[in-house]
Structure formats: C-alpha cells, structure tokens
C-alpha cells in the first residue's frame, strides 16, 4: 500500500516510548506510540500538532490535533434546551418571512414533552420541542435537497472534499458578513451560544453547484423527483437548474458551553451512546431556507477538574476497539483528532451527559461502477473515547 510506505519513511526525528508510559504525560506526546501487539505505530510531533502513522491494517492517521487550552473539564447532566411556547412563536414569527401561518399545533407528546408545529402558506414548516430541537424546512430546501450536494457518509457531517467541489469563499450574490449577522440574530432568539471554533461555512455557488448536480448519479439531486409505481422506480418530474438567485451558504456550528465546543453526532438507533448537539444553517439572497438545531442546556455538574487522559490513550483505546477500528471497511483514514465535550448517555445515571471526549473522525474512501463509470466515494465516520474513562461509545458511528 503505497500510502503505508510513505507514512513509514516519514522522517522525523523521535524517540520510542510505549503508550502506557505515555498515558500520564501530555495531550502532545512527541514520540512513537506503539500498543503491545504492535498494530499502532503513530509519530506525533507536538509543535505542529500532527499525527501520522499506521493504526492496523485497515486504519491509517494522518491527521491535525486539536485541544483547547487553559480549561477545567467537567461533567455535567443535561437535559434538552427548554423552549417554551412564547420562544416558539417568536422564531416561527422570525423565520416566516412575511408568509401567514395556515395551521397552528401545541400538544404534548408521550414522553411529556410540548411540540409546537406551524405551517404557513409559502409552504415553509416549523416544528419545535420542549425538549432541545428545532427545525424550519421551505419549500426550495424540500425540491433541491441541499443534503445531497454537501453532507458525506455520517448523517449531518459535511463531506470531507467539499473544498474541492466549491472552492469559493464567499458568494458574489450575497455576503458571508450578512449571512453570519442573520445566524446571530437567531441565535439571540432560541437562546444558544454558538462556538467560534468548528465552523463549517461552504458556499454553494451556481457554476459549482450545477456541475455537481448534472455529473452525479444520484437521481435525488436532479430535480423534482416523483414515483412510478407502475415500474416501482423515480423519476425526475422536473430538473432544477441552479441560477445566481438560488446561490447559499451551507452553515454548520457547533455549541459552545463554557468556552470549549460540544461536538456535533448523530443518534445512534436506540437513542444511546452519544448525543448530536449543533446548529446547521442553509441561508441565501431568499433569507433562511433552513434551520435544524440539537442544544442541551445544564443541569447539575457531578464531577469537577477531571484529570483528561492524553491523545495516546485515546489512540490505544481506538485501536483495542475491534468493532470500530477493523469493521467499518477497508482504506480508512483518521483525519482529525479533537478533544472536546460531547452528550453522551451514562447508563449508571440513566441520563445524558457532558463529558469530554477524545473525538476521532474517519475518512472512508469507496469505489463503486455505475453504468460502466468509476466513481469514488468518500464518507466521514466518528469514533467517540471518553476522556476520562477511555470507554468508547457507539452512537458517532454510522
């Protein structure tokens, strides 16, 4: 494998020390990590803060560290941000765009939360719980799908070759400036603290997207799509055409409590292991197309100053794990290793909590032949070790 020889004439200069000795030295240990049955051999240089190197067959790391500074990690129970109906009605109003509201709901579901829905006559919709989410869906996001040009494997992670599909910064039609003081304002109204760091900001541009559209095979992205149910098949009803009047920032953000970002997962199926908590945001010269937020807010913190173990206890944790390291395919690579909080489910409480969490995303790349053409596919996968414990936890993992 060409990229596991380049990794091992990697010519840093280090020294060899094992990963149970590293364990109680730095989150940057400078050194070679090698675990006892010799699958992991990762070199960190500390003053880059880059890792590089062979996790085991499958699984290789070349990837940028990232571990806020001067922090005091604690563990917290959680419950969902608390909107209330007042707060509801005060987004809805804000995201309706001029539009009237057609149907209005309150009712309470089985575990006792308030949901509030509310349609309004351009076809956008709002649903909003008591219990930490929200979303606003228009009719543009429903015909275009923007999921289908930007997020990659892992539901809500934005695919890790975005750059290159839309390489722009910023767009013509429409500042980011402008877009970001929308987000805030917001912001402001469902009462969350977005973390300056973690930032996605991707600009879905006319000429990128349309080249998007017409060369991918995913009949979903097309248009308008319909069901023959004669033939049991889609169909493109009609295409949709990217123009400089549907041109829009593709936004995601991620929390921010005390200081330190929580890090964005989805739910694993049983509503276990780890917990999403973020902000995504689609906004354009249209106003807001659409908004979907997962926020928890504390309750009480039952551990204070807990002693973090370092990046290659996390890694040897990574590597022990069988089910995470070697069964999710071959030609996966560790992208970025972050330490951050994250909501996970504590089975000893029977509550979610926040925790810092050693967070490891993971970059598969796939082949497939369609239609006689080759098309490669890269799709993002997270693995979650807790910080503390080096327990790791299933729900990142899709």
Not at 53 to 74: F, R, Y
Not at 118 to 123: E, R, V
Not at 162 to 191: F, I, R, T, W
């Amino acid at each position: 494998m060409k990229l596991y020889k380049k990794i091992k004439k990697f010519s840093m200069i280090i020294f060899c020390i094992s990963m149970t000795i590293l364990s109680s030295c730095s989150f940057y240990p400078e050194g070679r990590i090698d675990n006892i049955e010799g699958k992991v051999e990762v070199q960190v240089d500390s003053e880059t803060k880059n890792a590089m190197g062979v996790l085991n067959e499958s699984m290789i790391v070349d990837a940028k560290i990232s571990v806020p500074s001067d922090v005091t990690w604690n563990a917290y129970t959680v419950k969902g941000r608390e909107f209330t109906e007042e707060e509801a009605n005060r987004i809805a109003n804000y995201l309706s765009n001029g539009s009237n509201i057609t149907d209005y709901e309150a009712r309470q579901d089985h575990n006792g939360a308030m949901v509030y829905v509310i349609d309004f006559d351009n076809n956008s919709h709002v649903g909003i719980r008591s219990d930490g989410s929200m979303s606003f869906v228009t009719q543009e996001k429903k015909d275009r799908r923007f999921e289908f040009y930007i997020l990659g494997g892992t539901d809500g992670l934005v695919r890790p070759d975005y750059k290159e599909l839309y390489p722009l910064d910023e767009l013509k039609s429409y500042s980011k400036e402008e877009a970001l003081k929308e987000v805030e304002a917001l912001c402001q109204l469902m009462n969350i603290k977005i973390s300056e760091t973690g930032q996605t900001i991707v600009a879905l541009d006319k000429i990128n997207a349309e080249k998007v559209r017409q060369e991918s095979p995913d009949i979903m992205i097309k248009g308008k799509v319909e069901v023959d149910r004669d033939k049991e098949e889609l169909y493109v009803e009609e295409e949709i055409p990217w123009t400089e009047e549907n041109e829009v920032y593709y936004m995601q953000f991620l929390i921010d409590f005390e200081g330190v970002p929580c890090v964005s997962v989805s739910r694993n199926g049983d509503d276990r292991g780890t917990k999403q908590s973020s902000l995504t945001v689609i906004i354009g010269k249209k106003g807001v197309l659409y908004v979907d937020l997962d926020a928890y807010e504390l309750i009480e913190q039952y551990e204070t100053n807990i002693q973090v173990c370092d990046m290659s206890k996390a890694l040897e944790a990574l590597a022990a794990d069988y089910h995470y390291a070697e069964g999710i395919g071959q030609n996966n690579k560790v992208d970025s290793i972050e330490l951050r909080y994250a909501v996970v489910y504590d089975n000893d409480k029977r509550s979610d909590c926040l925790r810092p969490c050693w967070i490891f995303k993971i970059i598969n790349t796939s082949k497939k032949i369609k239609e006689g053409k080759e098309y490669i596919s890269n799709s993002i996968k997270v693995v979650y070790v807790d910080a503390q414990t080096g327990k790791t936890y299933a729900g990142g993992l899709k």
